[in-house]
């Protein structure tokens, strides 16, 4: 009889500590999972953009939210499936595009839970999952600009462009910044530089220096960058030499005042607030592709009191007309 109490005991006792491991939402508001690109929290750019739109959800939502830093290979996967396997959590977000993979095979095996990708590479010859969100930009409307912007103030002639990780996404970047350029300056020669072919190029600020001081030694006066912390690198070299960058994501001017002329600007905290917010109001439909460009104000150029003595007034008026004809569908921008 004694032995069968100690068997009873023992099994409550496991069953008890294994609903321990399985956080239980108690407080009654909804709580968000967020897994970091390479780079993390601390970016400056894409990933600290992310950062602000969970900010913004909890003060103006009422929500509650917990945040993965990236790790190197099948982490990323481990991160989506560790918040998927929890309770309390409801609805989960990958940022960049090198979790689409990943998280669209999660969603699939979880269908009771919501996710949203920033940043998804959609492939036309697949459906998206029912539960998952694609969020997409139109950074080659941005790029286009900030290129207009290099071309039209560039002294030599020569300007630059730093890219992260070799990939479809960052060459968007690159060909619709080399486009702008030319549109306004056809003379003008384009440099061109990645950090790597892999996610570590995207958090190398010593190899984005040492493509910056190469590109400035040849000529180049102004460098744009899709890079995420390897751009600091960039911004360091730009004040060694005295020269120019143009920024990516957020607005990156306080990172070297006076050094970055503009910045090419995601709404990726917009988008994520949106979506929480959807998810709040039960408004939430996935199996979709939520598109941000120029016409949403999803993507912009960084023109205020702190940056506007770089640009001069002729040259603001001649890419806001620019703006205007890439709305208009009077500008084609090439992506590849």
């Known amino acids: 009889m004694k032995y069968k109490i100690l068997i009873l005991a023992i099994t409550?006792?496991?069953?008890?500590?294994?609903?321990?491991?399985?956080?239980?939402?108690?407080t009654g508001k909804l709580k968000v999972g967020l897994v970091f690109d390479v780079g993390g929290r601390g970016d400056k750019s894409f990933n600290d953009a992310a950062y602000r739109g969970l900010e913004k959800a909890k003060q103006e939502l009422g929500i509650e939210f917990e945040y993965i830093e990236p790790g190197p290979g099948a982490d990323r996967e481990a991160a989506l499936r560790q918040f998927s396997n929890r309770k309390d959590i409801s609805v989960i977000f990958g940022i960049g595009f090198i979790f689409t993979d990943e998280i669209t095979k999660i969603a699939l095996e979880y269908p009771d839970k919501k996710y949203a990708c920033v940043d998804y590479t959609v492939d036309p010859a697949k459906t998206i999952p029912p539960n998952l969100v694609a969020l997409e930009f139109r950074e080659e409307?941005?790029?286009?600009?900030?290129?207009?912007i290099a071309g039209l103030l560039t002294k030599s002639n020569k300007v630059g462009f730093v890219g992260g990780m070799e990939s479809p996404l960052i060459k968007k970047f690159q060909v619709s910044y080399e486009a702008g350029v030319k549109h306004v300056n056809p003379k003008c020669?384009?440099?061109?530089?990645?950090?790597?072919?892999?996610?570590?190029?995207?958090?190398?600020?010593?190899?984005?220096?040492?493509?910056?001081?190469?590109?400035?030694?040849?000529?180049?006066?102004?460098i744009y960058h899709a890079s995420g912390v390897t751009g600091l690198g960039?911004?360091?070299?730009?004040?060694?030499?005295?020269?120019?960058?143009?920024?990516?994501d957020s607005d990156q001017n306080d990172e070297a005042p006076g050094i970055v002329i503009t910045s090419m600007?995601?709404?990726?905290?917009?988008?994520?607030?949106?979506?929480?917010?959807?998810?709040?109001?039960?408004?939430f439909k996935g199996g979709r592709v939520e598109n941000f460009g120029?016409?949403?104000?999803?993507?912009?150029?960084?023109?205020?009191?702190?940056?506007?003595h770089l640009i001069p007034d002729e040259v603001h008026k001649r890419v806001e007309t620019i703006r205007q004809e890439i709305i208009e569908g009077k500008i084609s921008i090439p992506v590849k």
Do not use: M
């Open 234 to 248: 960039v911004f360091e070299a730009a004040r060694e030499v005295k020269k120019f960058a143009i920024g990516v």
């Open 141 to 148: 409307e941005g790029s286009f600009l900030v290129g207009a």
């Open 265 to 283: 600007i995601k709404v990726v905290d917009v988008s994520v607030y949106e979506i929480i917010k959807e998810v709040k109001d039960g408004t």
């Open 12 to 26: 409550l006792l496991t069953f008890s500590c294994g609903k321990k491991d399985e956080p239980q939402n108690n």
């Open 294 to 308: 120029l016409k949403s104000k999803g993507v912009d150029y960084v023109y205020s009191e702190k940056n506007r």
């Open 189 to 222: 020669e384009v440099l061109i530089g990645y950090a790597g072919v892999t996610g570590d190029a995207f958090k190398n600020p010593g190899k984005g220096k040492e493509l910056a001081l190469g590109q400035y030694s040849e000529g180049v006066d102004i």
